[in-house]
C-alpha cells in the first residue's frame, strides 16, 4: 500500500522574485528527481498562474517526511493538503518528479526534456478552476 498527498500552495513571492523564477524550477525539479529517486517517491509537479499542485506517491514515512520539509520551504506559502489517501500502485512510478508547465516557462526551462512537459493553458486552467477534481485532473498528465 502506498500513501498519497496531494497539495496546493502559491510560490512565495517574497522569496522568489520573478527574475529568479526559471533557475528555481530548474533547481527544485533537479534536485528533487535525484532525491525522490533515492528514496523512492515518484510525483507530478504542476506550476501554473504562480502555484503550485503537486502529487507525491510512495511508502507512508518518506512521502510524510518529504510533506513535512515541503511546508518549511520558504518558497512555498499557504501549502493546502488538498487529499491524503492511501492506494495500491503508484500514478507515476516512472517519475521521481514530473514537471508540467504552460509553453512559455518550458521554452526558457534548461531541464532534461524527460523531466517536464510543456501544456496548454486551457489544460492547465482546469486545475486551477475545479481543484475539488484534483485526482481526476491530475490524471490526465499521466
Known sequence: MFSNIIYKSDLNKNTVK?????STLNTIVTNCNKKNARIKISGLLIFYKNQFYQWIEGQQEPVDALFD?????N?????????????????FEPHPMKLICSSGIADQLTLDPKVFEAR???????ISRNPS???PNFSKFQ
Open 18 to 22: 520573478p527574475n529568479q523564477l526559471i
Open 69 to 73: 520539509q515541503i511546508i518549511m520551504d
Open 75 to 91: 518558497r512555498h506559502s499557504k501549502v493546502t493538503i488538498m487529499k491524503h489517501n492511501f492506494q495500491d500502485f503508484k500514478m
Open 120 to 126: 496548454s493553458d486551457e489544460e492547465l486552467e482546469e
Open 133 to 135: 477534481d484534483i485526482i
